[in-house]
């Protein structure tokens, strides 16, 4: 037998969001988004439980199958961020942009279009409305963008004095030969972590810092919670980065994705 | 914007039989079970609010994406014949058995084992237990031979006497060149609708039966509604039969799925 526990879903205004939200009117596909595999809207706890808010990109084509963010290799480098802060639960993460982006270039301007901007923003206030959340990390230059203009409305800047916050760098900003290494990127997300853990209060798990090192240890790439995820979503899409994948035609919106059992 | 409702999901003792399940050493791959891809587990109202019972036969790869049962081809026809006795919310949808089958003659003599029984049986006590279920229907012969069982326990026979029942063929039973044509289907389908039509006090909508006539009709295969899925599914998921394929390696169970969005 399986014994599983899985994520009931969103409750009150989050579900109200993942219920009404904009459709390829506003994320088009000219503009550079993949609005045909449907709105990823969270991973975690919408149901007001949070204490960690977790803003990331947008979703790839994992998300698309599993309908929860940040279930993929990206995923699961920022599962273990938030349990190096001692949150094994009570965290929610959400994205700058609702639907998956296939041209970064064309996207990426869109951030503060005012209907996407709208929408995003009425998940940050209920993310904050039960007056629980004490943290909030970003990921990646979008999500910083996507926070800053939150907290230049009335509730952001009535939530700013109640929270510790810190920018890191997106979770897959290392590439082969490119800027960042592995080992930029963690001595980023190290900055990161001890600036957040010294202002968390109430942790699922109170737990010493334990830094990376020069790269991810396995116990530093944990299996996405199954309690993330709906009901019945096998264990291996939880525990295994590359699973699905696109259709190789570059800017395609309409790419394809092909689910290789492993 | 789009403005959808969706699947909150099961409560009571459908939540706890989405949680607790058999694995994949009860639905085995080498027994002819396609059980990488997870249970699937129901669609419909897993709620205690239906009043009519639907039972298939196993789910497919359609299916191992929407995570819900008759979500393709046969759950289009099988929507529009639970649509034609007025129902339009109040029904759940179950099947025979929990994961997908890879080959028939390997899974069928399997519907019978005490662990694949016993689960199953659960399911029926579950939709049974709110006293509302007024209809029961079977599609193909596992479907009928599950039923069959389950109305040999006490619980079956107990609520045996309160309700109308009827065994239709399988929604695909028709293949080209198959002894069974689509006609042959639709008219095993009419003798099942007037029989259960007769006997449902509690529709959704009262409707008068408009029986099938030599072929499905446009109206006749209606979307699966938003509200049978999970949030944020995309509408071509939802109006189209055919957008996911299974490699082509015939008894591997391990086939993995492409999807092709229209």
Redo the contacts between chains.
């Keep these: 037998?399986?014994?599983?526990?899985?994520d009931?879903?969103?409750t009150g205004a989050f579900?109200t969001l993942?219920?009404?939200?904009?459709?390829d009117t506003v994320f088009k596909g000219s503009d550079g988004f993949r609005s045909?595999?449907?709105?990823?809207?969270y991973r975690g706890r919408a149901n007001g439980t949070a204490r960690l808010l977790v803003v990331g990109q947008d979703p790839a084509q994992t998300e698309a199958?599993t309908?929860r963010i940040l279930s993929g290799q990206a995923g699961r480098r920022v599962q273990g961020f938030v349990e190096k802060l001692g949150y094994t639960k009570r965290y929610l993460m959400i994205n700058a942009f609702l639907y998956g982006i296939s041209n970064q270039s064309q996207a990426l301007p869109h951030l503060h279009d005012p209907e996407i901007e709208a929408y995003r923003n009425q998940w940050f206030e209920a993310a904050f409305a039960p007056g629980r959340i004490e943290a909030v990390v970003t990921f990646g230059t979008p999500a910083f963008d996507a926070w800053t203009a939150f907290t230049a409305t009335p509730a952001g800047q009535a939530v700013l004095p109640t929270i510790t916050f810190h920018k890191a760098l997106h979770p897959t900003a290392d590439k082969p030969g490119g800027p960042i290494s592995r080992k930029d990127l963690l001595d980023n997300w190290n900055i990161a972590l001890q600036s957040l853990h010294a202002g968390i209060q109430d942790p699922d798990v109170a737990t010493p810092l334990v830094p990376y090192g020069a790269d991810f240890t396995p116990d530093e790439l944990p299996e996405i919670p199954s309690r993330d995820l709906?009901?019945?979503?096998?264990a291996?899409?939880r525990s295994t980065d590359f699973w699905a994948t696109m259709a190789a035609t570059p800017g395609n919106q309409?790419?394809?994705?092909?689910?290789?059992?492993p």
């Design positions: 037998m399986i014994s599983d526990p899985f009931s879903g969103p579900k993942c219920r009404t939200y904009p459709d045909l595999w449907g709105p990823i809207f199958v309908r709906p009901f019945g979503i096998p291996w899409m309409r790419a394809n994705v092909t689910i290789e059992v």
